[in-house]
């Protein structure tokens, strides 16, 4: 489907058939008033659904009233956006800078820990993403994506997402940070082995360097619990949010602990945007919403409906599903072959699907995604996976498609 959209914007984007129209809650609806359920949730920004009553009466009220003030002047939309957000922050965590999305998120915390370590060394994992700006990107491990733009920031190392000893060797007294996600999201929906996160904090105590944890795409209930790292019971030094945070305008948060911010001098770091009235009216109502409407609970509940559901469908079709991963709503389904196929089965039978490299279906639905919702994505991918079986003769038992 050509648009005039691609002529535009160039081919930066991999899209998808679709002419995204409206929303509501998990549904949305193309130009020809055709319904969708929303599994992509705009790679998860749509936490709360789509035109969410509390956002947009928010919103629409903070229009009226004043859209910009920088942070240079005072404002109380902004007062008590902070005052909800460190509330519920994880402990210790009691200052954040805001800015505008996940990459200038992981800059600031990239500039907090080197001002405040004074130290070079950055330990990022293999598989992690932190964005594409150029400082985020320093510290995102797809070589694909950071090769044709060396060099980047110098001092970056990755090491096996999960594995306590090498991140051990790895880390010394020039290290300003480690940073991990505690899910991994872009490269396949990964769950950390239970020790591991513990290990990164011990690790960090003895050498000096801070913990980052980037749960830009896990935290805030996407994992069933209002911070993902609360899966594994550890805290960081500086913790990263975007994505979801402003119910779906544009807003990064960098919290960190008051003596790393301290650390930094006026004016070292700022961002004109950043912290806008507009922005944090739309993140009071989307706290509001976690804390309030049940969504972290029921993002827990439906993430055990989709994992059981997508067990069975990995016991029906054993050649086609090697493995389901994930917590909560942030869930993967590693594919033997190239997913390309079946998200466009999917589409076809009214579901937004995502994908994480080559071969996995990545489901991050809104929090408030129905149990009828659910059964309806399964009963397609049941379908389409049968489909394709079909077409290529693998379900139960049937030829390997040699494709792996
Ligand atoms: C874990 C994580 N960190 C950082 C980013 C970058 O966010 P943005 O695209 O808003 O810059 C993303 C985006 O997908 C992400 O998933």
């Known amino acids: 489907m050509a648009s005039t959209e691609d002529m535009y914007m160039g081919g930066l984007y991999q899209r998808f058939p679709v002419t995204v129209d409206r929303g509501e809650g998990a549904l949305v609806w193309d130009d020809s008033g055709r319904e969708y359920i929303d599994c992509m949730a705009g790679y998860g920004v749509a936490l709360l659904g789509h035109c969410n009553r509390r956002v947009t009466d928010a919103i ?22 902070l005052e909800k957000l460190i509330g519920l922050a ?25 001002k405040y370590t004074g130290r070079k060394k950055m330990i990022a994992m293999k598989g992690s993403y932190h964005g594409k700006s150029l400082g985020a990107l320093s510290i995102t491990f797809g070589p694909k994506y950071r090769r044709p733009f060396a060099p980047l920031i110098e001092g970056a190392e990755f090491v096996p997402f999960g594995n306590g000893a090498a ?21 396949g929906i990964h769950v950390p082995p239970p020790e591991f996160l513990r290990e990164a904090r011990e690790i960090c105590d003895r050498s000096g360097a801070l913990l980052v944890f980037d749960e830009i795409q896990a935290g805030l209930g996407r994992t069933g619990r209002l911070w993902a790292q609360q899966h594994w019971g550890v805290t960081p ?12 305008v544009p807003m990064g948060a960098t919290l960190a602990k ?30 509001d919403a976690l804390t309030q409407d049940g969504l972290v609970e029921n993002s827990a509940a439906m993430g055990a409906v989709f994992a059981d559901g997508l067990e069975e469908l990995k016991r029906k079709y054993p050649n086609m599903i090697r493995e389901v ?3 909560g709503l942030m869930i993967g389904v590693e594919i033997k072959y190239d997913v390309r196929g079946i998200l466009y089965g999917l589409i076809k039978k009214g579901i ?17 995604v129905t149990a009828r919702q659910a059964a309806k994505v399964l009963d397609a991918l049941d379908a389409v996976l049968s489909e394709e079986s079909e077409k290529t003769g693998t379900r139960r038992g049937g030829s390997n498609m040699g494709r792996t």
């Open 60 to 81: 629409t009220t903070q229009i009226g009233r004043i859209i910009t003030v920088h942070s240079s002047l005072y404002n109380k939309t902004r007062e008590e956006f």
């Open 90 to 114: 994880p402990d210790g965590l009691e200052q954040v800078h805001l800015n505008n999305s996940g990459a200038e998120s992981v800059e600031a915390a990239i500039k907090f820990a080197k």
């Open 167 to 187: 991140l051990d060797e790895a880390v010394d007294t020039d290290t300003a940070f480690v940073i991990i996600e505690p899910v991994q999201g872009e490269s």
């Open 237 to 248: 030094d500086i913790l990263c949010l975007a994505k979801g945070i402003a119910g779906g």
């Open 258 to 287: 008051p003596e790393i911010i301290g650390a930094m001098s006026k004016g070292e770091h700022s961002s004109t945007f950043g912290g806008n009235p507009l922005s944090c009216a739309a993140g009071s109502a989307t706290l």
């Open 325 to 327: 991963r994930g917590r």
């Open 352 to 368: 937004l699907m995502l994908y994480s490299g080559r071969n996995v279906l990545r489901i991050l639905p809104p929090l408030v």
